[in-house]
């Protein structure tokens, strides 16, 4: 795939796959022993809990590797315009990742204000995102 932005697309599609069986498999633990002590008001966090794990997610895999295991297939990579990628700016260009809506305007944003390869958190993270070539 030439297409830059397909790339990108389809490693965030990869990365939500994964995430949704991470968060399945946390289900199929969690759930019996709700059951078991009939605590179902702690599903009223269920979406607290699933961010935490999208974020602890491409927190930790960019700011650690530069790459999510969907980047990784895809063959791209992200780094900070110093060169020095960290858990802060990982976390800071993932905070529009939780839901949908914020991460459609991140990326209006990003085409309005930033180079056509960067999400709007991109710039404010001071990160880029690139092809690996090989």
């Given amino acids: 795939m030439q297409n830059f932005w397909g ?3 389809l490693a965030l599609i990869i990365d939500v796959i994964i995430v949704t069986l991470a968060l399945w498999i946390i289900s199929a633990v969690i ?4 059951a078991m002590t009939n605590l179902f008001m702690v599903l009223n966090y269920w979406l607290v809990l699933a961010a935490f794990v999208i974020m602890g997610y491409f927190t930790y895999m960019e700011g650690k590797d530069g790459a999510t ?3 990784i297939l ?3 990579k992200v780094n900070a315009t110093d060169g020095n990628m960290n858990y802060k700016k990982a ?3 993932s905070l529009s990742k939780v839901l949908w ?3 459609v305007l991140d990326l209006i944003l990003g085409f309005i204000f930033g180079d056509t390869n ?3 958190l991109d710039g404010v993270s001071k990160t ?3 092809k690996i070539e090989g």
């Fill in 7 to 9: 790339r990108r697309f």
């Fill in 31 to 34: 759930y019996p022993l709700i």
């Fill in 69 to 71: 295991l969907g980047k």
């Fill in 74 to 76: 895809m063959r791209i």
């Fill in 91 to 93: 976390f800071l260009r």
């Fill in 101 to 103: 809506i914020p991460l």
């Fill in 118 to 120: 960067d999400r709007f």
């Fill in 128 to 130: 880029v995102v690139f």
